[in-house]
């Protein structure tokens, strides 16, 4: 009996200890990753950020063109004695110019920029565009056939004064013409679609989120 027993004891001892091996070396405890944010990749972008960036952009560009507008005139040049039709000439002269249209940015200030968070929305205002130069292309220059009166032949000839009043004439309609409403609406349309562009193209570099709206003072 008591061999019985020292065996049973023993065989109790070695369930204990092959137990307490598997506890420690074979079972597994559930783990938990922790994730920790990197806070700095999150923070928004403050709205002074975001002048910076434009502002330093407007710096650069100062005036910016952003519409071209092909035009064109046309003046009369009569001469005559009398002023009588017998003894009257006249040609019609046309003439072809490029108009060129500017956004200055100098004037932009950081009341000019809003930042709307929750779009992630930028809007500027500009001011409108405007006309900066007129070139006339004297090599396009057309001029018609001389219409004579009865007592009259020839061309007309003009001295170096009448062709440079005649060129003062032409500029000024073509400056006219590019002071047209339609004209400076399609100018500002242009305005819009480049310096949107351009200030999305700057904001992108500082967050791939941001989005730019172009509105005009």
């Known amino acids: 009996m008591r061999k019985l027993l020292w065996n049973l004891f023993k065989i109790a001892v070695i369930v204990m200890i092959g137990y307490g091996i598997y506890d420690n070396y074979f079972r597994t405890e559930p783990t938990h990753t922790v994730t920790v944010e990197d806070h700095d990749s999150i923070l928004p972008h403050t709205e002074a ?11 650069k560009k100062q005036e910016l063109v952003v519409y071209e507008q092909e035009l064109s005139a046309t003046q009369t040049i ?15 002269v046309r003439s072809f110019g490029t108009a060129i249209y500017i956004v200055d940015l100098s004037s932009l200030s950081e009341t000019d920029i809003t930042f709307d968070a929750d779009t992630s929305l930028v809007t500027v205002s500009v001011p ?14 057309e001029f018609s056939d001389v219409e004579h009166g009865l007592l009259t032949w020839g ?10 009043l005649l060129t003062q004439e032409l500029q000024t309609e073509l400056e006219s013409a590019a002071a047209d409403p339609s004209i400076l609406t399609k100018a500002d349309l242009g305005a819009e679609e480049a310096l949107k562009e351009l200030f999305g193209t700057v904001l992108h570099t500082l967050d791939p989120d941001l989005s730019a709206r172009v509105t005009f003072r």
Request: avoid cysteine.
């Open 155 to 164: 061309d007309i000839r003009l001295t170096p004064e009448q062709q440079n």
């Open 49 to 59: 950020e975001i002048s910076e960036v434009i502002l330093g952009e407007s710096r």
């Open 128 to 141: 409108h565009a405007a006309l900066k130069t007129v070139t006339l292309n004297a090599e396009k220059t």
């Open 78 to 92: 009569t001469t005559g004695i009398l002023d009588l039709d017998i003894f009257r000439k006249s040609k019609e």
